[in-house]
């Protein structure tokens, strides 16, 4: 299987090319040419196999260029039960809301305990097998811009990882302060973190500006380094995260929610449009889902744009209670666009053309057709996604997370202005203690709040008996490496100085 560029369909590479690139020279996505197709007979073998099973499938359909044996290792190495806290990586939870059922895909029991651990503790590996067929001998940079979950789950996944170097910018008030702790308190050899003034948009695009500066790569490549990217736009970030659609799907199967063949809805807490684009990836391989629910907080650009097929960044910018939802210009949509456009290059080069250039583009008239029919836009304001947490720990004991709250929502929004009774598969995107303050005011309002994070930890269990996972608990007695603060315009000597490559 060959991918192109979203924005030069002749600009081909391989799997490997694609993983260690990261982003294409044109500025453009890679992307797979075509989609392996799952039929029944495939599904039924699915059903059968756990996890890394049904991981290594679908691995081995789009990484043609990998062996039987690299794959293995790689879904071996990332999923253990030992990081995932259990067999099974990413489990279905069954709860309700009033009379809605609720189908939770827990992607969040990783070591940083957010469903960036997915995708993130697989792509290390994918990338040193990639390099070694592409550029061997180089020692990959990866820059990270993160508004918080992606900082720590990269760095956790590449940690020592031999011949990588990792490099991770957050905007210094854009992050929880167990977020912040989280990432300042890194262990690993290869490892460098630093805050950035500014939001984090500008902490994107003065990564992607460092990306594209030919003197720095020159730099790089005189000192035997080259650039890739850790973050939702590179292929291997989100392959593994069809993987868990598929195996949501065939959980729901065995446990008896549905049928073989049955069409369910997903429902996604959505920023960079990685994880919603990866179930719809699946959608196109043959998973039979109806509807793709596209959840936003009050950083509402995605809304707007599925309702009216006009995207514009040209809005104020909202510091919420979800704050890896809090993002304005979302890169993967540009993968959607251009499967949307019918594999249309020109299209899509426009439309990011002009996004660039005014920071605004509108779709033709067959893609908004096409938008409609398969998503549904909606978002979730800072008051309702308090008051779902509450009712859904108050009436059916399950406590979530503030982006899994925003999806709740918007979920119950679709039910009620729809009537659509189909099974829906809600993506729980992060661990409720990992945003304890958020969640704890909203099940306990009239509490004092204490003073640490870690006090909210422990009151929050308290409340709800619900464990803390082991790498939060473990978190408190850490101290922090990691204190820098740089100006985004100062960015690209930051990162040549930590290379110690100026
Ligand atoms: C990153 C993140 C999201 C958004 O996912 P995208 O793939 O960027 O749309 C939602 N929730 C949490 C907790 C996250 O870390």
Same mark, same amino acid.
Request: hydrophobic fraction near 45%; charge should be negative; proline fraction near 6%.
């Given at each position: 299987m060959l991918y192109n560029s979203t924005q030069n369909a002749r600009e081909v590479v391989s799997s490997a090319q694609a993983i260690a690139q990261?982003?294409?020279?044109?500025g453009g996505l890679f992307v797979p040419q075509e989609f392996p197709k799952y039929d029944k007979a495939d599904f039924q073998a699915l059903l059968a196999m756990d996890y890394r099973g049904r991981a290594k499938k679908v691995f081995s359909d789009f990484l043609t260029d990998f062996t039987e044996e690299e794959i293995i290792d790689c879904v071996s190495k990332a999923y253990t039960s030992e990081k995932f806290g259990g067999s099974n990586p990413a489990p279905m939870a069954y709860t309700k809301l009033g009379d809605t059922p609720l189908n939770v895909?827990?992607?969040?029991?990783?070591p940083t305990c957010a469903f960036k651990d997915m995708a993130l503790q697989i792509l290390p590996h994918l990338l040193t097998k990639s390099l070694k067929k592409t550029y061997d001998g180089k020692d990959a940079v990866i820059l990270v811009a993160t508004s918080g979950d992606t900082g720590k789950a990269a760095l956790e996944g590449f940690k020592?990882?031999?011949h990588t170097k990792i490099i991770v910018f957050y905007p210094v008030d854009g992050v929880s302060p167990m977020q912040k702790h989280q990432m300042n308190t890194q262990e690993g050899s290869n490892v460098t973190v630093c805050a950035i003034k500014g939001n984090f948009d500008d902490a994107q695009t003065g990564v992607k500006k460092i990306f594209t500066t030919p003197e720095i790569s020159e730099k790089l490549a005189e000192n035997n380094m080259l650039f890739s990217s850790a973050n939702s736009i590179n292929w291997g970030r989100l392959l593994p995260q069809i993987v868990y659609y598929i195996s949501a799907y065939c959980d729901l199967v065995n446990d008896g929610k549905i049928a073989l063949g049955d069409k369910i809805n997903v429902v996604v807490p959505t920023g960079n449009f990685g994880n919603i684009l990866a179930s719809y990836y699946a959608g196109l391989m043959g =998973?039979?889902?109806?509807k793709f629910i596209c959840a936003s907080n009050s950083n509402n650009v995605l809304t707007d744009f599925i309702n009216t097929g006009i995207y514009d960044k040209n809005r104020d910018f909202y510091t919420t209670?979800?704050?890896?939802?809090?993002?304005?210009?979302?890169?993967? =949509?540009e993968r959607l666009l251009y499967k949307l456009s019918g594999d249309s290059d020109v299209s899509t080069k426009e439309w990011m053309d002009s996004l660039k250039s005014t920071g605004k583009y509108e779709v033709s008239d067959e893609v908004k057709a096409v938008i409609r029919e398969k998503f549904f836009g909606g978002f979730c304001g800072e008051e309702q996604t308090q008051s779902i947490i509450n009712r859904l720990f108050t009436q059916s004991g399950y406590l979530c997370d503030t982006h899994t709250a925003v999806a709740v929502n918007v979920y119950e929004q679709y039910v009620k202005n729809t009537g659509d009774t189909t099974p829906s598969v809600i993506a729980s995107t992060a661990s409720p203690y990992k945003f304890s303050k958020a969640v704890l005011k909203a099940v306990s309002p009239d509490c004092t709040l204490p003073e640490t994070e870690f006090e909210m930890v422990d009151m929050l269990f308290d409340i709800s008996k619900m464990p803390v996972p082991a790498p939060l608990a473990s978190l408190k007695d850490k101290k922090a490496r990691f204190s820098d603060v740089t100006e985004v315009d100062k960015m690209p000597e930051y990162v040549l100085s930590a290379l110690s490559i100026e």
């Open positions: 990261g982003i294409s020279k044109d895909l827990e992607l969040w029991h990783g020592d990882v031999e =998973l039979p889902v109806a209670m979800s704050p890896s939802m809090d993002i304005l210009v979302s890169s993967n =949509l």
